[in-house]
């Protein structure tokens, strides 16, 4: 099977597709929830059993201003992750395309939590770490 050194992102209606490099050490592949467990105000335990989710971790390294087109910058993981119309053109669901070539529609939840790599803060040498948390759509 042929894998490849980058993921895509794709918003639902492919305006917006690039492909962003994934640090080796933040990507944690498929792991599942299910349930959440509460303490209730008298101390008991609330289990809320609920569905299991197929969900994914990931460490992008991505420039401020990507000097290729077909990679993506800051501003546009920026943009696919404020997607938050489930009913708007472009929707709220990604296209995961991941490193071998797989296709999955998703959702980006949780926070977008950027740390700058480099003394530069914009521009083509600016390089940020971005965590972001892939659930994935059954």
């Known amino acids: 099977m042929t894998s490849y050194n980058y993921i895509i992102l794709a918003n639902s ?3 917006l ?3 962003f490099h994934v640090v080796v050490g933040g990507y944690e592949p498929g792991f599942i929830k299910k349930g959440t467990i509460e303490e209730t105000l008298n101390g008991h335990i609330d289990y809320s059993v609920g569905s299991i989710q197929q969900m994914e971790n990931l460490i992008i390294r991505v420039k401020h201003t990507s ?3 077909n990679f993506g910058s800051v501003a546009d993981l920026k943009t696919l992750f404020s997607l938050n119309n489930p009913n708007g ?3 709220n669901v990604i296209t995961y395309t991941d490193h071998w070539g797989v296709s999955h529609s998703i959702y980006l939840i949780g926070s977008f939590e950027q740390s700058l790599l480099t003394t530069t803060i914009d521009g083509v040498e600016a390089v ?3 965590k972001i948390t892939l659930r994935f759509i059954p």
């Open 13 to 15: 209606n492919t305006s």
């Open 17 to 19: 597709s690039k492909r």
């Open 67 to 69: 000097d290729d087109v």
């Open 89 to 91: 053109t472009p929707s």
């Open 128 to 130: 940020s770490l971005i």
